[in-house]
Structures are given as C-alpha cells and as structure tokens.
C-alpha cells in the first residue's frame, strides 16, 4: 500500500528508479524478518522509508569511487534520516514521479508501463493483459525505461511542458483505476486501493490543471465509478452487477462531485471552443448511470449517441464491444440481433474472455439459451479473475435453467 509513496520519496533522493525501487523491496526483506518478532512499527511507512535510506548511504559507502557530491548527499541524509513522515509532501513526491516516468525522451509505450509498474504497482503480467502484448515485451519496456531515466532531475516540469506529458500522465492514471475497478487476475474482483490511489491523483492533477477540460472529465469519470464501489460486491467479495445493485448504497455526494466536475468539464469545453474529449465522453457516460433512478429508467439512447462519438474520436474494438451492449439495451426487439452482428465482426480481442461473455449475453436476450450457456463457459476459461470466473459460470448454470 506505501510501495508508490516509498519510491518515489527514494527517487527524489537518489535519482535513480531502479535504484529506488531496490531500496524499497530490501527495506520490505528486513520489516519481514524484524516485524514478525518485534511487532509492526506504528507508522510503518517511515520505518520502511527510513531503513531505505540507510541502505541507499551503505549503498554509496560501498562503492570504489565515492565522489564529493555523494558523500555530501550521504551527510545530508544521515542528518535527517529520522525526518517525520510527510504526507502531504509523499503526495507531492507520487506526482513528481508519475511526471518524471512520463519523460518525452521516452517512448510512449514505455512511459506507461513504467509508471503503471512503479506507481500503479501492477504486476508486469497485469501490464501485458491492459496492452494485449506478451509479458517479455513490457518486461523489457521497464528495464529500458529505467536505463534512460537514469540520473533525469526528479521534478515536475513547468507548466508550458504540461502538454507533452499529460496524455502519458492521464493514461496512467486511468488504467491504474481501471485495474483497481475490474481487476484482471486474482481473487478480488475489485482493488479498490487503486481506485482510491487514482482518484486521489487525478484530484491532486486537476488542482494543478483547473483548465485541462481532459483532467476534470477523468476525475469526474473516476468520481462517477467509485460512487458505486461498495455496492459493486456482497459481504464475502461476490460481485453484484449493476442491474441488481442496491442504488441506496451509492454514494450520492461523490455522484454530485462528479456532476460538479463534469460540468467544469463542459465549461472550459465551451470557453475554448473545443470539442468532447476521451475522457470526458466516458464521464458522460457513466453520468447516465448513475443519474438514473433506476436500471430501467438508463438513458440507453444517449448511452449509444455517446459511444458514437467515443468510436469517431477513438476507435477500438472494446468501445465497439460497449456500444453493441447498449444497442442491445436501447431496443430490446431488434436490438440483440443487431448487436451481435456487430459484436461477430469485431476483430483484435481474440484470446480474451470479452467477446464471448458479450455474445452469451445477447443470445441470452435472444432465447438462444444453450449456445450462450457455451459461450459464458468459453468466457470463464479465459479470465484470469477468479470472481469473475464464478459470475460466468453461474450465468451459464443460469442459462441451462431457462
């Protein structure tokens, strides 16, 4: 839970990610040796971030050639190595090292899997689902990420280099929300420590940033989902999906902070003449959701207008995916069998359990009861996320039952 604070704190000090990064888990290797018999500090952070910095001074002391500017950094944080924990300023140090991650000198691709591992903390394994690309291909992203980063001032840059690292910074922060609200593997169904992690990011941004119309749509986006986050699972983690969630359990003031947002959104779209972006056309659409009184009441029309614009701005085959959903939903007559004609065209999601939990649903709403029983099996065998396995497999049992 402390890793993003811990390295980017040693980042700033060092200037070296890999570095820090090996600092941090060495700190980890002593707390879980001492804390089992000494027992667990109170404030576990600075213990953890503490130690690190001792281990960075040995570090240094150890080498052959220890110039001036290294001994006098080691001098410096001998002396205040038993500094008070300072949130705020570990909050600062978080976004330092997301911008510092986004450098242009690297590739796009690189930034984002080197913050997403680093600050996200997501398995590189979790990094090679987001992309559709193999484990050795974002391992490799990483290490050449570090290596050219090596030594690369630890700072934010001024605002008139916002542009070239905001779209990495925006990214990143999405996707690591996006794992934190399905996430891909394991036992959880939701990670909501990443989702909160995001949001508080994506709030700390949009203080910066009150007049990137992009920023406010993603806060307003991750406002809007997180509302619904402890209606989302019951008590032992089974996911409920949305058209049974209890909507009482919403959480109503974050709805408001996403409205308020999205409307920040709309007016700094107006003031600079500019058109809807990624982003803020995602908040719009989860403002469709989660306005709405209830399931039936979903504006499903304006839910498809807005996947238009989303497919015309950015196509890809999962907002493709999306839109056939809510065809689906916006004509129950016609709608299925039009869906899944678009649904069986969509290439580039192969291998993955999207496509056919999609078609067991519209063969569902089809009567075609048995070929999407097979389907939602198909689907259970290709995601890595135990939870959602079990939700794909009981819709299959339901299927067989009608």
């Known amino acids: 839970m402390e890793a993003a604070k811990i390295v980017a704190t040693l980042t700033r000090t060092v200037g070296d990610i890999g570095l820090a990064e090996d600092l941090a888990q060495e700190a980890l290797v002593d707390a879980l040796t001492q804390w089992p018999s000494g027992g667990v500090p109170r404030n576990p952070g600075a213990w953890l971030t503490t130690v690190a910095k001792r281990k960075a001074i040995d570090h240094w002391r150890r080498q052959d050639n220890l110039d001036a500017k290294y001994a006098a950094m080691a001098r410096e944080m001998e002396d205040h190595v038993h500094d008070a924990w300072d949130p705020d300023r570990i909050d600062d140090d978080v976004l330092r090292l997301i911008f510092m991650s986004t450098h ?27 992309f559709l690309v193999p484990k050795s291909t974002v391992a490799q992203r990483i290490v050449r990420a570090k290596k050219t980063l090596a030594g690369v001032p630890f700072e934010v840059p001024d605002r008139s280099d916002f542009p070239t690292r905001l779209s990495a910074v925006l990214s990143v922060i ?31 941004l949009a203080a910066l940033t009150s007049d990137e119309a992009e920023v406010l749509g ?160 198909v689907a259970a065998e290709l995601t890595d996320n135990d939870r959602e396995r079990e939700v794909l497999r009981d819709k299959a049992r339901r299927a067989r039952q009608e």
């Not at 796009?108 to 913050?115: G, K, P, S, V, W």
């Not at 934190?180 to 909501?192: L, M, T, V």
């Not at 003031?253 to 779209?269: E, F, K, P, Y």
């Open 104 to 130: 242009p000198t690297l590739s796009r691709e690189n930034q984002i899997a080197l913050t997403l591992r680093v600050v996200g903390g997501l398995t590189t394994e979790e990094i090679a689902r987001a």
């Open 174 to 204: 999405y996707l690591v929300f996006n794992e934190g609200y399905s996430a891909s593997s394991g036992r959880q169904w939701i990670r909501d420590e990443l989702c909160f992690e995001a949001l508080r990011l994506g709030r700390i």
């Open 218 to 377: 993603l806060v307003a986006l991750m406002e809007f989902q997180s509302s619904r986050l402890r209606a989302r699972t019951d008590r032992d983690g089974t996911p409920i999906l949305l058209h049974d969630q209890n909507r009482a359990a919403w959480d109503r003031a974050q709805i408001q902070r996403g409205v308020d947002a999205l409307q920040r959104t709309s007016d700094v779209l107006h003031r600079k003449g500019i058109g809807w972006g990624y982003y803020s056309l995602q908040a719009a659409l989860a403002e469709c959701h989660a306005v709405a009184a209830t399931y039936a009441d979903t504006d499903w029309a304006r839910i498809v207008s807005l996947y238009d614009a989303l497919l015309r701005l950015a196509p890809s085959p999962v907002v493709e995916l999306n839109r056939a959903i809510a065809v689906a939903m916006a004509d129950p007559v016609g709608g299925p069998t039009a869906a899944l004609a678009t649904v069986d065209a969509i290439t580039g999601l192969d291998g993955t359990h999207l496509v056919p939990s999609v078609r067991g649903e519209l063969l569902v709403r089809m009567r075609r009861v048995e070929e999407a029983a097979a389907e939602f099996d």
